[in-house]
C-alpha cells in the first residue's frame, strides 16, 4: 500500500503537469507567432484530425464561428471531493448513544484536517487512519463512521478519474489503498473490473490514436480510427477518451464537409454530412457545420440563378439552361427556380412570353401595329376524324398524331376589313377581287351565293359597302398571303398564314370532341352559325342548322361578339372560314405529323378551314376542311395570321 506522502507527490506531480499543459496551451491560442503558426495563413482547427484546408478557402464568416464549430464536448473532470460531495449520502451510521469525548473528537478533527489536505489513507496520520482510531475508541461515533464513508467516497472518485483518464497505474495504487477501508468490498470489486477493461482498451486507444495522427479517421472501413473508437465503447461504454475520440471523428468528417464546400462540391459536402449524422446523430457541431452548409448552398444556388437570369436576358437559352441545371444541383429547392424554369420554357417555346398571353407588334418603319395575337400553347392532338365517326368525309382521313412542339401567336379574330385596309392603304396592293374584278356574294332572293364582278374585299357578304369591325371577306388567298408578308416587312417578324394542322389544333382548344365547345347543339351562345333561331331580312331559314340556336346574325358579325374557345381565340369555328397556307391533298396520307404546311410547289388549290355564317352543322365539325382555288374569293372566307415565336 503507497504511503500518504507517495499519494500526496502524485497529486502534486499531476496537477503541476496540468498547469504547464493549460499554460502551453493559453500560450498558443493569444500567441501562436512564438511557435511559428501565422493564424492568418493556417486556420485554427481545435480537435481536428484532418487536413487543413488551402489558405483562403472556406474562411469563417466572424471571428467566433470556428470556436462555435469546434468548441466539442470538454473533458472537464471536477476535483474528487466535489464529485465524492454529489454522491450518495445516504450513509447508514449508528445510533449515538453519548457525546465524543474529548479524545475522540481531537482524534476527528486531525482526519478531517488530513481529509481537506488529501492525506486518505497510507500511514497512521491518514484520515483513513484517524477515522478508523476515533471509531475503534467510541463505536457509537456518528463523526467517525461518517469520516470512513467520506474517505471511502474520495477514494472512488479518485480511482474514477484516474481510469477515465486511462492512469492504470495511479488508479491500481488507490485500489490498494481503498481495500483497507470497511465496507469497501463491492467499491474495489467494481472498480477492479473497470481497471481491468481499461487495461484492456488502453492499447486500443493508442492505436485509435494513432490513426487520427495517420488520417485514418473512418476509412478504410474495418480499419479506422472511428472502428477502434467503436470497439472501445462496446467494452466500457463510459469511456471518456473514446467518446472524444468519436467525436474528433466527427468533427474531421465535417471538415471534410466543408472542404468539399469550397470546391462547390455539395454533392460531396451532402455525402459527408451524411456520413457525420451517422457518426454523432444530432451532436451541436453536426448542426452547426450542417447549417452553415445550408447557408452556403444557398447563397451559391443564388448566384447560380443569377447568372442564368442575366444569360436568359442575353438570350442565350444554352446557357441559361445549362446554369440553372447546376443551381438545381447545388440546392433543389431554391427559391425562384421553379419561376425560373417557367420562364426558360418559355423563351424555348414561346419567346418569353406565356401560353394565353396576347400582345401586338409595333411597325418598326410607320406609325401602327398588328392585329391582337394570343399565344398558343404547345401540345399535341390526333388531326382528322376517327373512323368510327358517321359524319366524316374521306378528306378527313386517315386520323393520325401531330405535335405542335413550338409555340406560335395567332390572331385572336379573323383580319378585320379596317386592318386590311390599313394594309392596302400603305402597301399601294391591289386585291385580286379588284384586279382580277368581283367576288361570289349572298343572294337574299335566291338563298344562295352567287358572282357579283363588282363586290370587292371593302364589302361584305351580301355586297355592301362593309363595316371596319367585320372580318375581311372577299379576299383571296393570294390576298391573305400578302398581307402576311406585309406584316412581316413591318415588324421584322414571321408572320404568315397558318398550317392547316396549328389551324385545326387551335380550333380544338385542346378538346377531343367534334366541336369545341362540345359534342352537340351548343347551350349558349359560341359562335356566329346557322342556327334555326335565325332569320334573314326577308325571313329566309337555314335548311340544315343547329336545333334550337340563334346568334341573331345572317352573315357575318363584328369579330370577337360571341365567346373565346379555350385557347383564347375568337370566331375560330363560325362567322367566316378561312384560308390556311397548305395545298389541298384529298387526304392524310402521308401528311406531314409535326405541325407544319404541307406544301407542294406551284400547287393552285389551298385549304380551307373552319365554320362560317352558313356552313351546316357537319360542316362545323373541327376535322371538316375543304379546298378552292388560290384566287377563289367568297363572302364566307376570310383569314387570320400566326407569328412565328
Known amino acids: 500500500m503507497p504511503s500518504n506522502a507517495t499519494l500526496r507527490r502524485q497529486r502534486t506531480l499531476g496537477g503541476a503537469m496540468g498547469v504547464i499543459v493549460l499554460g502551453f496551451a493559453l500560450m498558443y491560442h493569444f500567441f501562436p507567432r512564438l511557435f511559428h503558426v501565422d493564424p492568418t495563413q493556417t486556420p485554427r482547427r481545435s480537435m481536428s484530425m484532418g487536413a487543413a484546408p488551402p489558405a483562403g478557402a472556406l474562411q469563417p464568416e466572424r471571428p467566433s464561428a470556428i470556436n462555435e464549430l469546434n468548441a466539442g464536448p470538454p473533458l472537464t473532470l471536477a476535483p474528487a471531493a466535489v464529485i465524492a460531495a454529489h454522491g450518495n449520502r445516504n450513509v447508514d451510521l449508528p445510533k449515538q448513544l453519548s457525546a465524543d469525548p474529548p479524545a475522540v473528537q481531537a482524534l476527528l478533527a486531525r482526519a478531517s484536517k488530513a481529509l481537506r489536505a488529501g492525506q486518505l489513507a497510507g500511514d497512521a496520520n491518514s484520515a483513513a487512519a484517524l477515522f478508523a482510531q476515533a471509531l475503534k475508541d467510541k463505536p457509537d461515533s456518528r463523526r467517525a463512521a461518517q469520516g470512513l464513508f467520506d474517505v471511502r467516497a474520495r477514494l472512488v472518485a479518485e480511482i474514477d478519474q484516474d481510469i477515465a483518464l486511462?492512469?492504470?497505474?495511479?488508479?491500481?495504487?488507490?485500489?490498494?489503498?481503498?481495500?483497507t477501508l470497511p465496507d469497501a468490498a463491492s467499491d474495489v470489486a467494481q472498480l477492479e473490473a473497470s481497471l481491468q477493461t481499461l487495461v484492456k482498451v488502453r492499447p486500443m486507444l493508442a492505436r485509435a490514436a494513432s490513426l487520427l495522427q495517420q488520417g485514418k479517421v473512418d476509412r478504410p472501413r474495418g480499419g479506422s480510427a472511428l472502428d477502434v473508437y467503436r470497439e472501445v465503447q462496446q467494452l466500457d461504454p463510459q469511456n471518456a477518451v473514446a467518446e472524444q475520440g468519436v467525436f474528433q471523428v466527427q468533427r474531421a468528417v465535417l471538415d471534410r464537409a466543408l472542404?468539399?464546400?469550397?470546391?462547390?462540391?455539395?454533392?460531396?459536402?451532402?455525402?459527408?454530412?451524411?456520413?457525420?449524422q451517422a457518426i454523432r446523430p444530432g451532436s451541436q457541431q453536426m448542426l452547426d457545420v450542417h447549417k452553415r452548409v445550408d447557408d452556403m448552398r444557398e447563397q451559391r444556388a443564388n448566384g447560380v440563378l443569377a447568372q442564368a437570369r442575366s444569360a436568359l436576358d442575353a438570350g442565350n437559352i444554352g446557357l441559361a439552361r445549362k446554369l440553372a441545371a447546376q443551381a438545381r444541383t447545388i440546392d433543389p429547392a431554391v427559391s425562384g427556380l421553379k419561376d425560373f424554369d417557367e420562364q426558360l420554357t418559355n423563351a424555348r417555346l414561346y419567346a418569353s412570353?406565356?401560353?394565353?398571353?396576347?400582345?401586338?407588334?409595333r411597325y418598326v418603319d410607320l406609325p401602327g401595329k398588328t392585329p391582337a395575337m394570343v399565344v398558343i400553347p404547345t401540345g399535341s392532338f390526333r388531326m382528322g376524324a376517327p373512323d368510327g365517326d358517321d359524319g366524316h368525309i374521306d378528306a378527313e382521313l386517315p386520323q393520325h398524331a401531330v405535335a405542335i412542339d413550338k409555340g406560335f401567336a395567332m390572331a385572336r379574330t379573323a383580319v378585320t376589313v379596317g386592318e386590311f385596309r390599313e394594309f392596302v392603304r400603305a402597301s399601294g396592293y391591289?386585291?385580286?377581287s379588284v384586279k382580277l374584278g368581283g367576288s361570289s356574294v349572298y343572294d337574299e332572293r335566291g338563298g344562295a351565293l352567287r358572282d357579283d364582278s363588282g363586290a370587292t374585299w371593302q364589302d361584305d357578304y351580301a355586297g355592301h359597302k362593309a363595316d371596319d369591325r367585320l372580318p375581311v371577306v372577299n379576299i383571296s388567298w393570294n390576298d391573305a398571303k400578302a398581307y402576311a408578308d406585309w406584316l412581316s416587312q413591318r415588324t421584322g417578324k414571321i408572320y404568315r398564314l397558318p398550317s392547316e394542322a396549328e389551324f385545326e389544333y387551335a380550333l380544338r382548344g385542346g378538346t377531343t370532341s367534334r366541336y369545341w365547345w362540345g359534342d352537340g347543339v351548343p347551350t349558349r351562345q359560341v359562335e356566329n352559325l346557322t342556327g334555326s333561331g335565325d332569320r334573314s331580312h326577308s325571313g329566309r331559314r337555314w335548311s340544315h342548322a343547329f336545333r334550337g340556336y340563334r346568334d341573331g346574325y345572317w352573315g357575318p358579325a363584328p369579330v370577337m361578339s360571341f365567346a373565346a374557345n379555350p385557347f383564347g381565340l375568337y370566331d375560330i369555328n363560325g362567322n367566316v372560314s378561312e384560308w390556311v397556307q397548305d395545298c389541298w391533298h384529298d387526304n392524310y396520307i402521308r401528311a406531314p405529323n409535326d405541325g407544319s404546311a404541307w406544301l407542294n410547289p406551284g400547287c393552285r388549290a389551298h385549304v380551307v378551314r373552319g365554320g362560317s355564317w352558313g356552313s351546316s352543322p357537319d360542316q362545323v365539325n373541327s376535322a371538316y376542311r375543304q379546298g378552292a382555288n388560290?384566287?377563289?374569293?367568297?363572302?364566307?372566307?376570310?383569314?387570320?395570321?400566326?407569328?412565328?415565336?
Open 353 to 361: 412570353y406565356k401560353p394565353g398571353q396576347v400582345f401586338s407588334d
Open 430 to 432: 391591289q386585291p385580286d
Open 630 to 645: 388560290g384566287d377563289v374569293r367568297s363572302g364566307r372566307v376570310g383569314f387570320r395570321v400566326v407569328r412565328e415565336l
Open 259 to 276: 472542404a468539399a464546400v469550397a470546391q462547390n462540391d455539395f454533392v460531396g459536402a451532402d455525402r459527408e454530412l451524411a456520413e457525420a
Open 166 to 179: 486511462g492512469d492504470a497505474d495511479a488508479a491500481s495504487d488507490l485500489i490498494d489503498a481503498l481495500r
